[in-house]
């Protein structure tokens, strides 16, 4: 896990579950923050919540509410076995827990608590829960064991593995909850009460990494290859107008947002996949570089656009900003040579970065032209794959030869879009010729009559 967090003294009520473990402050070693919810497992293995915490509305405890905790608690139900990790969605957690007292690496138990109207506790019903309780299918004696968990708004992912298998590790998503907009990827939009597999992931494919946006989910591979499914064809966008056509819509399966270049799969040695409301971010490459796409507001994606993103874009990474710039110890002669060296550097930096934010600019704009241009031609917005090969691989473009295989490889659908598309432009500019036409009649017969009064 991350490096510790100190959170306060001991005397805060955690659970001693080892007479090994040193007196000493409290330090939090994993955060997670849902819809009105926080959470945090301490270096012991305990978690805490605060916020909108699910709580018994009446004696009885037959029924759910949710009440505010200004200050973080403690969750007693696990009794001494450490909680490893946790996920929470806008009313609901789901927590791994370890099967013994000393987490060794495996047999990681799933619960799940809190609010249940669309089966996102996975418990086969859609009863709300107070206190965790086992998710049956990932009890301590399942075949398979848990090893990510995320949440989004309404419904839940894991990601397990066979235990004790000498085959090649085989790795498998589970989804359950809500299921409107196609988040579950099961194929259809209904809502799913138990875990249920994501059926149409490639068996051989390991998932390294799987998180949860409020209507979208998308998952890595080990070898770099990313596939989400969700609202708005996977991307976490809000239905848009403008798109029509059958590249519009919600992704009930998964959908492959990686491609691949002369080395290999785009994202190469991905390390992690993290989703936002309604956008994705992906680390690869070691956590050299990253990726972005779906919605753009207030610059989220990181790609000094504030537009959306259809497909994987780069994330400037990193910053080319005086905060990140690298230097060196000098001595003390080395400063006095060299302080004119780095005014100079520096004055050049600043200038390469206007330079940049001016070309970002009209790159932008160009972008947005083009995905007009393109969504008016063929109905969708603009991706990569797009792009000609012979631009792509070459930097050359023979408009005639491409249109050419474009309409070659086109499909009947496709071919009377663009039928229909130059139909009602042509339509448009002869009308527009004959209303200019008519103009110039009428500027004409206007002196003449005005003379012969």
């Given at each position: 896990?991350?490096?510790?967090?100190?959170?306060?003294?001991?005397?805060?009520?955690?659970?001693?579950?080892?007479?090994?473990?040193?007196?000493?402050?409290?330090?939090?070693?994993?955060?997670?923050?849902?819809?009105?919810?926080?959470?945090?497992?301490?270096?012991?293995?305990?978690?805490?919540?605060?916020?909108?915490?699910?709580q018994?509305?009446?004696?009885?405890?037959s029924?759910?509410?949710?009440?505010?905790?200004?200050?973080?608690?403690?969750?007693?139900?696990?009794?001494?076995h450490?909680?490893?990790?946790?996920?929470?969605?806008?009313e609901?957690?789901?927590?791994?827990?370890?099967?013994?007292?000393?987490?060794?690496?495996?047999?990681l138990?799933?619960?799940?608590?809190?609010?249940?109207?669309?089966?996102?506790?996975?418990?086969?019903?859609?009863?709300?829960?107070?206190?965790?309780?086992?998710?049956?299918?990932?009890?301590?004696?399942?075949?398979w064991?848990?090893?990510?968990?995320?949440?989004?708004?309404?419904?839940?992912?894991?990601?397990?593995?066979?235990?004790r298998?000498?085959?090649t590790?085989e790795?498998?998503?589970?989804?359950?909850?809500?299921?409107?907009?196609?988040?579950?990827?099961?194929?259809?939009?209904?809502?799913?009460?138990?875990?249920?597999?994501?059926?149409?992931?490639p068996?051989?494919?390991?998932?390294?990494?799987?998180?949860?946006?409020?209507?979208?989910?998308?998952?890595?591979?080990?070898?770099?290859d990313?596939?989400?499914?969700?609202?708005?064809?996977?991307?976490?966008?809000?239905?848009?107008?403008s798109?029509?056509?059958?590249?519009?819509?919600?992704?009930?399966?998964?959908?492959?947002?990686?491609?691949?270049?002369?080395?290999?799969?785009?994202?190469?040695?991905?390390?992690?996949?993290?989703?936002?409301?309604?956008?994705?971010?992906?680390?690869?490459?070691?956590?050299?570089?990253?990726?972005s796409?779906?919605?753009?507001?207030?610059g989220?994606?990181?790609?000094?656009?504030?537009?959306?993103?259809?497909?994987?874009?780069?994330?400037?990474?990193?910053?080319?900003?005086?905060?990140?710039?690298?230097?060196?110890?000098?001595?003390?002669?080395?400063?006095?040579?060299g302080?004119?060296?780095?005014a100079?550097?520096?004055?050049?930096?600043?200038?390469?970065?206007?330079?940049i934010?001016?070309?970002?600019?009209?790159?932008?704009?160009?972008?947005?032209?083009?995905?007009?241009?393109?969504?008016?031609?063929?109905?969708?917005?603009?991706?990569y794959?797009?792009?000609?090969?012979?631009?792509?691989?070459?930097?050359?473009?023979?408009?005639?030869?491409?249109?050419?295989?474009?309409?070659?490889?086109?499909d009947?659908?496709?071919l009377?879009?663009?039928?229909?598309?130059?139909?009602?432009?042509?339509?448009?500019?002869?009308?527009?010729?004959?209303?200019?036409?008519?103009?110039?009649?009428i500027k004409?017969?206007?002196?003449?009559?005005?003379?012969?009064?």
């Open positions: 896990m991350d490096q510790c967090l100190e959170l306060g003294s001991r005397s805060l009520g955690s659970l001693d579950h080892s007479e090994t473990k040193s007196e000493g402050p409290l330090k939090i070693c994993s955060i997670k923050a849902g819809g009105m919810m926080s959470l945090a497992i301490d270096d012991h293995g305990t978690l805490w919540m605060w916020g909108n915490c699910p018994q509305s009446n004696k009885n405890g029924s759910i509410s949710f009440e505010s905790s200004f200050i973080p608690i403690p969750v007693h139900d696990f009794h001494g450490p909680v490893v990790k946790v996920a929470c969605g806008s609901h957690v789901v927590a791994l827990v370890s099967a013994r007292e000393t987490y060794k690496g495996e047999d138990v799933c619960y799940s608590w809190g609010n249940n109207n669309h089966g996102q506790l996975g418990l086969g019903d859609r009863e709300s829960r107070v206190h965790p309780e086992i998710i049956e299918m990932f009890n301590q004696d399942s075949s064991d848990v090893y990510e968990v995320a949440c989004g708004a309404h419904h839940t992912a894991l990601l397990t593995r066979k235990k298998t000498n085959d590790l790795s498998v998503c589970w989804t359950f909850g809500l299921g409107d907009n196609g988040q579950l990827g099961h194929g259809t939009t209904q809502s799913v009460l138990k875990p249920e597999p994501v059926k149409e992931l068996q051989q494919a390991y998932l390294i990494s799987v998180d949860c946006g409020l209507f979208h989910t998308s998952v890595v591979s080990s070898v770099g990313v596939w989400s499914w969700g609202m708005e064809k996977g991307l976490g966008l809000c239905p848009d107008a798109f029509t056509g059958t590249d519009a819509g919600d992704a009930a399966s998964p959908l492959i947002m990686s491609g691949y270049g002369i080395d290999g799969p785009i994202f190469h040695n991905p390390i992690q996949v993290a989703c936002g409301a309604a956008h994705t971010v992906l680390v690869a490459h070691d956590g050299y570089k990253l990726w796409w779906g919605r753009g507001t207030s989220v994606l990181g790609n000094g656009k504030t537009v959306n993103c259809f497909a994987p874009s780069f994330v400037f990474w990193p910053p080319l900003t005086e905060d990140f710039k690298q230097s060196e110890p000098k001595t003390v002669g080395e400063e006095g040579n302080s004119k060296a780095v100079e550097t520096d004055r050049s930096l600043s200038l390469a970065m206007e330079e934010k001016l070309l970002q600019s009209k790159l932008s704009i160009m972008e947005q032209y083009g995905g007009m241009l393109h969504g008016l031609v063929f109905g969708k917005p603009f991706t794959q797009d792009i000609p090969i012979s631009l792509q691989n070459s930097g050359n473009f023979d408009i005639a030869k491409e249109w050419e295989s474009m309409l070659e490889s086109s009947h659908g496709k009377r879009r663009l039928e229909l598309f130059y139909r009602d432009m042509r339509a448009t500019i002869k009308d527009k010729i004959m209303k200019r036409r008519i103009q110039e009649i004409e017969c206007l002196p003449s009559s005005t003379s012969a009064k």
